[in-house]
């Protein structure tokens, strides 16, 4: 089974650009729909951004315009380019991959912290 692993979490101040990525353990070409989510403490983890294995993208309207989402298939890696970055971004941030086949398929990374602050 995929294994994820997210990295690049940190520390930025509002207006403030970083990028996540989510490294899996095999080749992601065939994992159907990779995406992340994002958890406050206390809150439901909710719906970030999405990329199909046809590099259809899907965004919460709360990003879109300021994060984009992109796999690096020869790195079997995804990302999250986060710009503009807003204090209500400030969340764990989590990788998931969907593979759909004989029976579905969802695996979680373990997450990675972001915090926007001035």
């Known amino acids: 089974q995929v294994q994820l692993a997210e990295s690049g979490g940190g520390l930025v101040q509002p207006g403030g650009s970083l990028r996540l990525s989510c490294a899996a353990s095999?080749?992601?070409?065939?994992?159907?729909?990779m995406g992340w989510y994002r958890q406050v403490p206390g809150n439901q983890r909710e719906f970030v951004a999405q990329i199909t294995s046809a590099s259809i993208t899907n965004y919460a309207d709360s990003v879109k315009g300021r994060f984009t989402i992109s796999t690096d298939n020869a790195k079997n890696t995804m990302y999250l380019q986060m710009n503009n970055l807003e204090p209500e971004d400030t969340a764990v941030y989590y990788c998931k991959a969907v593979i759909l086949g004989i029976r579905y398929q969802e695996i979680w990374g373990q997450g990675t912290l972001v915090t926007v602050s001035s």
């Open positions: 095999r080749g992601i070409s065939t994992i159907n729909v």
